[in-house]
T-cell receptor, first 111, second 114 residues
Framework: QKEVEQNSGPLSVPEGAIASLNCTYS??????FFWYRQYSGKSPELIMS????GDKEDGRFTAQLNKASQYVSLLIRDSQPSDSATYLC???????????FGAGTRLFVKA | KAGVTQTPRYLIKTRGQQVTLSCSPI?????VSWYQQTPGQGLQFLFE???????NKGNFPGRFSGRQFSNSRSEMNVSTLELGDSALYLC?????????????FGPGTRLTVL
């Protein structure tokens, strides 16, 4: 079992729709969870961080965390073509000095 | 505030050579992590440094090593290069690392081994 698993996609949604990206992790002691966006040829950029169960909203982005189910998700509302990128889920391990990244989900937003 | 910088941006080496990559973190950030990114394996954790000490290491052979200086700048070294070492090497900095570890990435160094 991979430490952090994501559906590789591609996930295709029409402009204006909600894109839902999912991630599961194996280390029950993990405390910190992150979503990064990576455009082709660029380095990852941090979108959201979440540390406690529930929802966290920032603009069009909502991160959801369920530690009991070891599940993290990212919702993108009103998706735009500029949101087309690879979205990486990252989890910091117990102890906190190592961050494991999922393989990423490719998102395409069709105009 | 300036972002994370990495030098060089591109490198071409041949098998058996060694290479040193450099990373300057965001001012005030004391934790530096290194990652290797390839199309097949994704982002793989190499190691993390804080206050000149390696706190964690990923599953890479001993040919991969790193260090951090007192000004938080970090270098990583790969000796006896292999074709499979061709990758994008990314450095990320954070304030102190640990559990609230929001990391900010540099542009990366693209290493090609021929």
């Amino acid at each position: 079992q991979k430490e952090v698993e994501q559906n590789s996609g591609p996930l295709s949604v029409p402009e204006g729709a909600i894109a839902s990206l999912n991630c599961t992790y194996s280390d029950r002691g993990s405390q910190s969870f992150f979503w990064y966006r990576q455009y082709s040829g660029k380095s990852p950029e941090l979108i959201m961080s979440i540390y406690s169960n529930g929802d966290k909203e920032d603009g069009r982005f909502t991160a959801q965390l369920n530690k009991a189910s070891q599940y993290v998700s990212l919702l993108i509302r009103d998706s735009q073509p500029s949101d087309s990128a690879t979205y990486l889920c990252a989890v910091t391990n117990t102890g906190g000095f190592k961050t494991i990244f999922g393989a990423g989900t490719r998102l395409f937003v069709k105009a | 505030k300036a972002g994370v910088t990495q030098t060089p941006r591109y490198l071409i080496k041949t098998r058996g050579q060694q290479v040193t990559l450099s990373c300057s973190p965001i001012s005030g950030h004391r934790s530096v992590s290194w990652y290797q990114q390839t199309p097949g394996q994704g982002l793989q954790f190499l190691f993390e440094y804080f206050s000149e000490t390696q706190r964690n290491k990923g599953n890479f052979p001993g040919r991969f090593s790193g260090r951090q200086f007192s000004n938080s700048r970090s270098e990583m070294n790969v000796s006896t290069l292999e074709l499979g070492d061709s990758a994008l090497y990314l450095c990320a900095s954070s304030l102190v690392g640990g559990s609230n570890n929001e990391q900010f990435f540099g542009p990366g160094t693209r290493l090609t081994v021929l």
